[in-house]
Structures are given as C-alpha cells and as structure tokens.
C-alpha cells in the first residue's frame, strides 16, 4: 500500500470531504465500468455506483489496509451488485434477460449507441463497432452472474488472479475454473454472432 | 458413441485452453497441448474462437463513468446526513490552508507597516 493511499484512508476517516472527492476521482470509471459490465445498464450501474461511494464514505472504518483501497472498493461493488441482481429477480425480472432488454432499448433509443460506451471510436468504424459491442455486451450479460464478474475482473479490469480472489472471496481453482466456463460459453456466442 | 469418444480425446486439451491463454498453464501440459494444437485442426479452430472472443471481451475496455458523479454522492450524502456532511462550504473550506496562511501574514504585514509609518 503506497503512502499516498495510507495518508489518502486517514483523511478519508476523519471525514474530509476533499478527500473524498479526491477518492471518487480515481475510482470512479473502475467502479462504473465494473457495475455497467454486470448490470448491463447505464442508469442501474450510476445508480449503484452513487450507493457504492455513499457505503465507502460511512464504512471507511470498517476498511483495516490489510488489501489493496481498490481491492476493498471493488468488494463493496460487487456486493451492491450481487445484492441488485438478487433485488431484481425478486421483482421477477429474470435478471440477466430483463437487463439485457434494457440495453437493447438503450442501444435502439441512442440510435444504436452501444450501452455504456464512454470512448468514442474513430468515425469510420463507428458504426461497426457500435455493433460488435453491442453484440459482445450481449453475450456478457448473458452469462451467469457468478461467470460474468470472473470474466468482467478479468478480462475487462485487468486483475490478477490474486486480486480477483481477494475481491470474491474464492479460491484461485474456482476462479480459474469458473473463468474458464465462461470463456467457452463466450466462445459459444461470439462464434455464432461474428 | 464414437462421436463422444471422438470429444473425450479433444476435452482434455480444451480444458487447458483458458489458463494457456492466460500464460498460466504447467509447463509439462502447455508442451503438451502445443504439441496437439500443432497436429488437431479442430482444436487449433476452437482455440482460435476462444482467443478472438476473449480478445473482443477485452477491446470493450473500461466505461467512463459521468463527470458529475461525484457531484451526485456529494448530494446524496448531504441530503441522508440531514446536512452535516457536504453541505455549502464555507471560504475557509474553499480556499486552500497555504493561501489563507499567505493572506493573513500580508495584511499583518500591512497593519505592521502602515503602523511604523504612521508612527
């Protein structure tokens, strides 16, 4: 943990507002990217990221440094996350199904924009791969919950098997075995969509 | 039957797909399954599709989150804190500690000077 993130969670604690913006500067997109990959909604995956930094500024106490910041922050998505998905299917929504509708009226209403797309791609290939996103966010948010976070953490956030076990709480052999499921089930799609 | 004993030859080696790809994979068994990718077409093909599809997974990239999020967990906390948090800041909550510390010592300064010359 660098002197920067120690002095950053001691401010943090003491309730400093600038710190806290400070906070919500470096993690933002990690946080919303994770929520949007999961959720497949940009308005869910706002709504939860406020929730997310509304849960860091009460509960930074509870945050002992014996991970990384962002270890702990993203453990804090992926609960809300989980606890979401859980809400929403007790609304009878079949989650992953109702979630994906939703991005697919998103996309149809934006004219085809793909959902949560933050970047702006070069104006020659846009409309391609406003539709290769479409399709690939697609077969994410078809994915089971418990395969599509390994897949979004790793493949999308980048992190380490070391990391991704310390932020779900799972054995590597789970991680890897249930990246591994969803990698073929990804293949499965893609391969028929592209 | 021979169909599914024809999948039980190649299942092993697709099981390592995924830690291959990740460059985690035993030495003993990558070697392995380099040598059968070289000889199994079928697998070099189903190899290939996992790659390119992790490969689009990856180019989706991380999302910006809006600009005025933080602007809105400001609000939020404020507004669930019944006002003791985040509410409208005062001068000395804007204007960092160094710039007031400067200011103060010139108007002392001021007040010392305009004093002697008074005097």
Known sequence: ?194 | MAQAEGQDEHAPFENDFSDYYDGTLQADRRAALEAHLGACERCRREYEKLREAVAQVALLGRAAAPRDLDDRVAQTIHRRSAGRFFGRRAFGDRVPFEVLAAIALAILIAVYLFARSSS
């Open chain 1, 1 to 194: 943990v660098s002197l920067r993130e120690r002095l950053l969670v001691r401010r943090l604690r003491e309730r400093d507002e600038r710190a806290f913006r400070e906070l919500i500067d470096d993690y933002r997109d990690r946080v919303y990217s994770l929520l949007l990959r999961m959720l497949g909604s940009k308005e869910e995956a706002e709504d939860i990221a406020q929730e997310v930094f509304v849960t860091v500024f009460k509960s930074i106490e509870q945050f002992r440094g014996e991970s990384k910041l962002s270890t702990w922050l993203y453990r804090v998505a992926v609960n809300h996350c989980k606890n979401r998905v859980k809400y929403l299917a007790r609304r009878h929504d079949r989650a992953t199904g109702a979630l994906d509708e939703t991005a697919e009226r998103q996309a149809a209403a934006q004219g085809g924009e793909p959902v949560g797309a933050g970047r702006i791609p070069a104006p020659d290939r846009a409309l391609e791969g406003a539709e290769t996103e479409r399709i690939v966010q697609a077969a994410i948010a078809s994915l089971e919950e418990d395969h599509r976070l390994v897949v979004v953490l790793r493949d999308i956030e980048e992190l380490s098997y070391e990391e991704i076990c310390a932020i779900t709480s799972l054995p590597e052999g789970t991680v890897k075995s249930r990246l591994h499921r969803a990698r073929l089930a990804l293949k499965e799609k893609l391969g028929k969509l592209m």
